[in-house]
């Protein structure tokens, strides 16, 4: 079931075109990791998706009224913010936003949707304490359960997992596992291309602004785009545990 | 705490503040015969000094402090920023031009609101002025860049206008204006004043769930369906209404807006939304008694609410500050 259908998307800057014509759909199931150097135009393309950007074409999702496009796709942004010490649970709370009718309070609902978002980044024990006092992992923790806690068909996350202890970003690329295994679509950018290879269905690739390659992690992580996307090369392997992709070198 | 025993708590300080407000004053009534004048309208002097005099005084007060604080909390979530106030827009200087102008004219003789008007029409250009110069995206840094604009050319024409003073009882009348008051109003200036301030009130107190949001950022809050451009839209006429009818009626009073979300964010934990109406029941028992002190201590020197409120807003401000860094460290 396509999940999410997005054609000729555009973002300039200036004359200068920071997304250019990228059409893509995405499946119910999928964990796509978006990837690219520097600079690709990764934040770009997924804030247009979501339409927080001025773009041409057309996104399935930016196409709908904000409040529906909330319950449908929740966001996470890279810049991690948290602008007031909040408790914990308020803050993931916060994740339930969309789904609450003009002043009314939280439901049963929502309590347990956050109760479960907090559960699943093993935030127990956390909920009362001040957002903002925590460390940097663990706010990044907070603020996927918060993502979570929308419990949205769709996750767009922008390096979800940069900055994360090794433990955590497995758990959270197996918690996008079992939410796509239910049959949600998750699209990340990601910077660790071990990662992306190993827990990944799909890679799409972007080069300045272009997306140039589209399909399973082995198709794509090949030494011609390598090369000419990242200047690098990888040793690529596949194994009993799934596809391993180790970066080896400069190679321009 | 929970939330409803701190909006019960501060709903008692402020009944208490506003009873004090109408017992205390120059004439020295008993409070008995003040009490039964004022309900019952038996003897006619002190039913004159209660009903004329006093009991505006005590509304104005907390209808300039609900304006001060809620619009200070509202700034504050809005632009995630501590050190917000409602003097940031703009608003409270335009508004004192607009009254300084009636008052170097003469217009504002021709008749008993004449200064108010004038003020909220000096409130009212600047939010024009403000809405065109930040933009129609929903951004703050054009907001805050548009407001210190507009507040530095308020603040030039209206030294302008001193400049150019007949005379010196021009002069002086205008800075005692600028000064911030409550003595001497009626109920001519809660009726002007009340409907602009409700306006303002309703559309700040609409803000909770979008300012919670923004918690996030402002990425996040769109992504979650807050219309950012809206929000800010409803945030400007919110406290440009409600602190320019403030400004109108009192003058300039610095500090509620700034120091009452401050004291009161602990109590909330942090939630810019629940700040909103603990911040208003906060700003009208500040300004309430600020009012009330400024009659007891100088009775006879007519000791101005601005100048007080200043005077004790300042050093409590360096107190939270030095709190916070000691927080920090």
């Known amino acids: 079931m396509t999940a999410l259908t997005v054609t000729d998307l555009t973002v300039l800057r200036g004359e200068c075109p920071v997304v250019d014509q990228v059409s893509l759909s995405l499946q119910a199931g999928e964990i796509t990791g978006l990837i690219g150097p520097n600079g690709a135009g990764k934040t770009t393309l997924l804030r247009a998706i979501l339409g927080l950007q001025p773009h041409s074409g057309t996104s399935s999702l930016a196409s709908l009224p904000a409040r529906q496009r909330a319950r449908t796709a929740a966001w996470m942004p890279q810049t991690r913010e948290i602008a007031w010490p909040v408790a914990v649970e308020t803050l993931v709370m916060l994740g339930r936003v969309p789904h609450l009718a003009g002043g009314a309070k939280p439901s049963a609902e929502d309590r347990a949707a956050t109760a479960r978002a907090l559960a699943d980044m093993a935030l127990n024990g956390f909920e009362t304490r001040a957002a903002t006092d925590l460390s940097g992992g663990e706010q990044a923790r907070v603020l996927i359960a918060r993502v979570l806690a929308q419990e949205t068909p769709i996750i767009l996350a922008d390096e979800p997992i940069a900055g994360l202890d090794p433990a955590f970003q497995i758990a959270t690329m197996q918690i996008f596992r079992r939410l796509a295994d239910q049959g949600k679509t998750i699209l990340a950018a990601l910077h660790d291309l071990g990662l992306a290879a190993r827990h990944c269905t799909r890679l799409l690739l972007l080069d300045k602004g272009r997306l140039v390659a589209d399909g399973p992690p082995r198709d794509v992580l090949t030494p011609e785009n390598l090369h000419r996307v990242f200047g690098i090369a990888a040793h690529v392997m596949e194994t009993e545990h799934g596809l391993i992709f180790q970066p080896l070198e400069i190679t321009r | ?329």
């Open chain 2, 1 to 329: 705490m929970t939330l409803s025993r701190l909006f019960g708590i501060l709903s008692a300080i402020v009944a208490a503040l506003f009873c004090a407000s109408l017992l205390i004053g120059p004439a020295g009534f008993g409070i008995g015969d003040s009490i039964s004048a004022l309900i019952r309208g038996d003897g006619e002097a002190v039913t004159l000094v209660m009903r004329e005099i006093r009991l505006p005084r005590a509304l104005l007060a907390v209808m300039v402090g609900v304006s001060l604080g809620l619009s200070g909390a509202a700034l504050q979530g809005f632009l995630r920023n501590p050190l917000a106030e409602p003097g940031l827009i703009g608003v409270t200087s335009s508004a004192a031009l607009g009254a300084v102008i009636a008052l170097q004219t003469g217009f504002a003789a021709s008749f008993a609101l004449a200064l108010p008007i004038s003020a909220l029409i000096g409130a009212l250009v600047s939010v024009l002025l403000l809405l065109l110069l930040a933009g129609p995206r929903g951004g703050s840094l054009t907001l805050i860049l548009a407001g210190i604009a507009i507040s530095a050319l308020a603040g030039a024409f209206l030294s302008l206008v001193l400049n150019l003073s007949p005379n010196p009882f021009a002069v002086s009348e205008i800075v005692f204006w600028m000064l911030g008051s409550l003595s001497d109003r009626s109920f001519d200036h809660v009726m002007i004043a009340l409907p602009v301030m409700m306006l303002g009130w309703t559309l700040l107190a609409s803000l909770g769930r979008g300012l919670d949001a923004l918690t996030l950022g402002q990425d996040a809050a769109a992504s979650m369906g807050i219309h950012l451009g809206r929000l800010r839209l409803r945030m400007v006429v919110g406290v440009a209404a409600s602190v320019g009818a403030a400004t109108a009626v009192a003058g300039a009073i610095g500090f509620v807006g700034l120091v009452v979300p401050h004291i009161l964010r602990r109590y909330v934990g942090a939630r810019p939304g629940a700040l909103l109406p603990a911040s208003a029941l906060g700003g009208a028992a500040m300004v309430l008694a600020a009012d009330i002190a400024v009659r007891l201590i100088l009775p006879d020197r007519d000791l101005k609410l601005g100048v007080l409120m200043a005077i004790i807003g300042a050093p409590l401000f360096l107190h939270l500050i030095y709190k916070t860094r000691r927080q920090m460290t």
